[in-house]
């Protein structure tokens, strides 16, 4: 009783043809791709978003980038066939309406429409954490897998899900946003929620709390080196640095974080009854097998019922390209079947 | 881009016509209903499902209770076109294999291939709650709405889904399973879970625990009136005399309890981004508005992001046959779209 589509997204059937262009909208960087019919990427472009100059600046320098990405691939843009674009919002993917962009300072813009009737093309926009986990379902490390969910964690903790191969968004397209579950019942204001225990934010709060109880966490070593001994100067790659080194400070935070993150990946999966999670994001990267290894002993500690222990923690395949390749991947599947 | 069977279930499009059957076989009682195309129970009849007695002679019970129901709804069995079974246990419902019922001491039973041979009828199996959440999507509380959760709070806490208009088990067939998230991670063994906190059992022993402190509550009463003083002799009738009389042991128990539950709730359509939640089971039954209302307060608090708040928490409205109506919908629409 698998749905036609699933059938059809597993077995790799897309009835559109030629290269298709993803693009990854960031508040700080837009990164565009051409994307073959097997998910291959043929060029590239990047440019800083500077969301500060306008909107139209903004979507003028989305379509210089898309020709650049095509001149890249030694490909003319009269052959791209769609357009998939992901945006760092909720957004109604039916309508290709931007609902809040804070990053962007975007409400309400009809991308979509605008990009279509500027590109003569059609193109399709979702959420980036959507697009990013559309792409590792298909290309990626979810490859062949019906049901899963992906969390990202770095300075911020977001996700998506697919289920039956495709992706679920919900009636008001926010799905997926593990970050935001309460975690800690009475706990303080800023102290509930998984993102404010997990994300690289967090973990870094905790540790400059820490830092008094340990006088010899090298930490210290990194904040005398940035300019301004701010905690900002602690990135994803120093806390890696320092877990590989065994520092006792830092180990302690992230060892915590792994711990819950893993018991609220155990809940999602119990309610949904789906036995693959993949997780990404710049936490992940930097921390590598020891950080998945971690939340996956959490996640088989706490979910139920047992048949679920048989789970698979899986690390996202696509890194920094998981959101043009989503979104291109997306485009194709989208615009090939209607 | 509804897909067509939300579309034609949302329409009421079941292409099976004829009466069906649906059975609730649960751990103490059979309940068994004759249902028309409307969702119209017909006819009934209930039997006690005696377990200890092996699986066949439950089988014989459930058999022989259709016929009952039947003759109750004055029409031959010869009419009836498909049967749907809910039973307490993880079904393999795409194989009808009731995998693993505590309650009946059952371990994978092909029910459907077996009740299919006997009755020489198409027959559907899954899980209790499913087809009750099915039946209050199709005919109670969820009418019309393609998207819900339900959670069934008495004895236990259960919880179903329904996306796009129909039922998601998951591939491993458990989800819903909202009484067995972790509330409190770090808690001992026995007061982490959900339903550790906010089933009637769990409620209950809490009172216990605190009657100590609350020389004047109403609970000694019924204590000193059941015959062993045990607490088992505190049902939902009882907590909800309490609280209409503003027992303040009792009221501040479940008090506790639906913040608790709400919190969950709010969880679980955060990531699902659902708007729509069902409450049945004995509690939500016995103690009502109050309750209801209680609960949506805590959801409305804890849900993320902000558009979500405008959700709706409803009561069911089949109680008791949300089972045996579910059951009978399922068995049409399923053996309808074969």
Redesign the interface.
């Known amino acids: ?1 698998t ?1 036609p589509s699933l059938r059809c997204a597993l077995m790799g059937k897309n009835r559109l043809s030629g290269p298709v262009v993803g693009v990854d909208c960031g508040g700080t960087n837009i990164a565009i791709g051409v994307v073959d019919e097997k998910g291959r990427l043929l060029g590239r472009c990047k440019r800083k978003t500077k969301a500060m100059e306008g909107r139209d600046k903004v979507i003028e320098r989305i379509i210089e980038g898309i020709s650049r990405a095509c001149d890249d691939a030694k490909i003319s843009f009269k052959s791209v066939t769609a357009v998939g674009v992901g945006a760092p919002s ?1 957004v109604d993917w ?1 309508n290709g309406v931007v609902l809040h962009a804070g990053n962007l300072g975007w409400k309400r813009v009809p991308l979509r429409d605008i990009l279509s009737k500027k590109l003569d093309r059609p193109v399709v926009v979702d959420n980036d954490v959507n697009v990013a986990t559309f792409g590792e379902s298909r290309v990626g490390a979810g490859k062949g897998r ?2 899963l969910i992906s969390v990202w964690v770095g300075t911020g903790i977001g ?1 998506g ?1 697919v ?1 039956n191969g495709q992706l ?11 970050g ?6 009475g706990a303080g204001p800023g102290h509930r929620k998984l993102e404010e225990h997990c994300s690289r934010t967090a973990m870094v709060r905790s540790m400059m709390l820490l830092l008094g109880h340990y006088p010899d966490t090298m930490l210290r070593e990194f904040l005398k080196r940035s300019d301004d001994g701010e905690e900002t100067s602690i990135g994803s790659g120093v806390i890696a640095e320092c877990m590989e080194k065994g520092d006792p400070l830092v180990t302690s935070v992230v060892h915590a974080s792994a ?2 993150l893993g ?1 609220a990946i ?3 999966l ?6 693959t999670v993949i997780l990404g994001g710049g936490v992940t990267e930097a921390l590598g097998k020891p950080w998945l290894h971690r939340v996956k002993e959490s996640v088989e500690q ?1 979910v ?2 047992s ?2 222990r048989k789970c698979e923690v899986l690390r996202s395949e696509l890194g920094d390209d998981a959101g043009l390749l989503g979104a291109a991947m997306l485009a194709r599947e989208v615009v090939g079947s209607e």
């Open positions: 009783m749905q909720a039916k019906g049901d996700g899900l289920l679920w968004r919900g009636p008001l397209h926010t799905a997926g946003e593990i935001h579950v309460i975690m800690f019942p711990d819950l018991l155990a809940n999602f119990t309610v949904l009854s789906v036995p706490h139920f019922p048949s679920l």
